[in-house]
């Protein structure tokens, strides 16, 4: 039985009564197609990938050509689960016009089914305008990875009672103009529970506690396999990682060794046909038969 496709109305008819959103980034059709197996719910191309696929310090250096390459290899991986593609730095901050357009060319180009993008008051019109031309927006508050350098780094926010309201105000600008979810990042989990009874459409935490309609992760972080960096809100699910390294530093010993590859790797010997049989004439008799070919 085919597993039920993963929709907007899906989505949102789980908002309070779940189960709760399980949500992961992918960035390949291989990673993908084994989140899919697993019962991921949404899957996000990150502009993340700025960091954990192209080793940058930061996600402003992705580009909405990359986010779409990336998009098209998990959508070959994926059937069940929600496609969802960041928009990256740039893309959408500009102009309303300009969002329209760069959400159209993920879709187009990057086969996803949704975009996201971060921000609040200041971006709810471009939303509105994505959302009036057909585009799916899911949108972020709190610890927007963007504005990395206005908050002076990767930083909790809403600690303070008027930043707190700013950001639930954002949420509810997001809602109004069209969203249809909310990722809620580095925030404190009162306030995470606050906007999401706040608010009629489902919030996906990421460091904003329990009290969320779902959760997200980078894969990378929560497989282990980022070793840079250890956020406090993420929680190792295996340690990948170090698996990787020791079963390759395994493959590299037995390969010096000339271990690998053993006889079970290897094929067998070629069956080699003497010339004249493979040049369709009569075999010659052994040494001492004294004819050849039958004459004319």
Request: aromatic share 6%.
């Amino acid at each position: 039985m085919t597993p039920k496709k993963i929709t907007v109305p899906v989505l949102r008819a789980r908002k309070g009564k779940g189960p709760r959103i399980a949500m992961l980034t992918a960035y390949d059709a291989t990673m993908s197609r084994l989140y899919d197996e697993a019962g991921v719910d949404v899957l996000l191309v990150g502009d993340s990938l700025g960091m954990v696929v192209q080793g940058q310090p930061h996600t402003l250096g992705v580009t909405l050509e990359e986010i779409a390459y990336h998009g098209r290899a998990v959508a070959r991986g994926a059937s069940r689960a929600h496609l969802v593609g960041d928009m990256p730095f740039m893309s959408f901050q500009v102009s309303a016009d300009e969002s329209v357009r760069n959400a159209g060319y993920l879709l187009k180009h990057g086969a996803f089914e949704a975009v996201k993008l971060e921000g609040g008051v200041d971006v709810a019109e471009h939303v509105r305008r994505i959302v009036a031309a057909g585009i799916p927006v899911m949108g972020h508050v709190g610890l927007t990875p963007q504005s990395v350098h206005a908050m002076g780094g990767f930083r909790v926010q809403g600690k303070t009672d008027d930043a707190a309201q700013r950001i639930l105000a954002d949420a509810k600008a997001l809602e109004s103009a069209g969203a249809y979810a909310i990722v809620l990042e580095g925030i404190p989990s009162d306030l995470a529970r606050k906007i999401t009874l706040a608010v009629d459409v489902p919030t996906i935490g990421i460091g904003a506690g329990v009290g969320c309609d779902g959760q997200v992760l980078v894969s990378y972080d929560m497989l282990g396999m980022f070793r840079d960096i250890r956020p406090k809100f993420v929680k190792r699910y295996g340690e990948h990682g170090d698996a990787i390294v020791a079963s390759v530093a395994r493959y590299v010993s037995e390969v010096q060794a000339g271990d690998f590859p053993g006889p079970e790797h290897s094929f067998g010997e070629v069956q080699v046909k003497p010339a004249a049989e493979a040049t369709g004439q009569a075999a010659l008799p052994s040494a001492g038969g004294g004819y050849g070919p039958a004459d004319s």
